[in-house]
């Protein structure tokens, strides 16, 4: 298996490849996070795009969650992980259900690996490369109980929006690998992104809003890295918890 590199950095920014919902950003790894790339990634990570990092399949393609989990549980999948630290402590606390974090960013997909590892967490994997692509071709339908957007790059500039993840398309794409019955769980620190989740999510039919419009922040959902980077610049946070109800 080889591993991961940031040759998907590159890919991401060619002018033929689809808009990506993620900025391609360069940095480098440190001696840390290069060891667990080395020591820890063919355990607990796959590659959405590079051949040599494939994920398990089962004979029609799809992701084989039993195997790459070593059981059948309830599947959560978050987008853009970020740092990991999220992930990791919501797996710890829900160690009934199996996490598959999904990460564009290389660094980020290390230091989730020496989380897990600290942790000893056996219901954690995380993917490298775009969350998009990997739901479009290996996650069946009704396959997830539930999808977390935690701080998605807000993308504040109009001419930047359609580069957002939560749109019409993508969660059109997302609900219909989520379970009838299970929840999609975004947040953002962006008031004007706030206010469009709210249109788009309470605009689809087979969604119903848990509350009104936006709930508090869940006990269950941690602050994330970017969360605080957003409350010290006095940015108002907004999660939105919906249901999949057809
Ligand atoms: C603003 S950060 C938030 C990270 C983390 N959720 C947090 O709250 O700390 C957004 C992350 O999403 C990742 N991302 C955005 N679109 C993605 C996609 N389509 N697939 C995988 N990762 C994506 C970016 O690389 C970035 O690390």
Not at 15 to 21: A, F, G, K, V, Y
Not at 55 to 72: E, H, I, N, W
Not at 126 to 155: C, K, M, N, Y
Not at 216 to 234: I, M
Request: proline share 9%.
């Amino acid at each position: 298996m080889s591993l991961p590199s940031d040759a998907f950095r590159h890919l991401a920014s060619r002018p033929h490849e689809p808009l990506r919902t993620f900025h391609p950003r360069r940095a480098p790894l440190s001696q840390e996070r290069e060891d667990a790339l080395r020591t820890l990634w063919p355990r607990y990570g796959f590659s959405v795009h590079d051949a040599g990092s494939p994920a398990p399949q089962l004979p029609d393609g799809a992701l084989d969650t039993v195997t790459l989990f070593g059981r059948s549980a309830p599947v959560v999948l978050e987008i853009g992980s970020g740092m990991g630290e999220t992930t990791a402590a919501m797996a710890a606390a829900d160690p009934s259900r199996d996490y598959l974090a999904v990460e564009a960013h290389l660094p980020g997909v290390a230091n989730l690996l020496v989380l897990i590892d600290r942790a000893g967490l056996t219901n954690v994997r995380i993917a490298h490369g775009d969350a998009l692509d990997l739901v479009r071709t290996t996650l069946p339908e009704q396959s997830l109980d539930a999808v977390h957007v935690f701080f998605p790059d807000p993308w504040p500039k109009a001419k930047h929006h359609k580069r957002r993840l939560v749109q019409p398309a993508h969660v059109g794409l997302l609900l219909s690998r989520l379970r009838v019955g299970g929840t999609l769980h975004c947040a953002t620190d962006w008031v004007d992104y706030a206010d469009a989740m709210l249109e788009v999510l309470t605009a689809d039919p087979s969604l119903e809003n848990t509350v009104d419009a936006f709930v508090p922040r869940p006990p269950y959902r941690p602050v994330t890295k970017f969360e605080r980077r957003g409350l010290d610049l006095g940015h108002e946070v907004r999660d939105l918890v919906f249901r999949r109800v057809r």
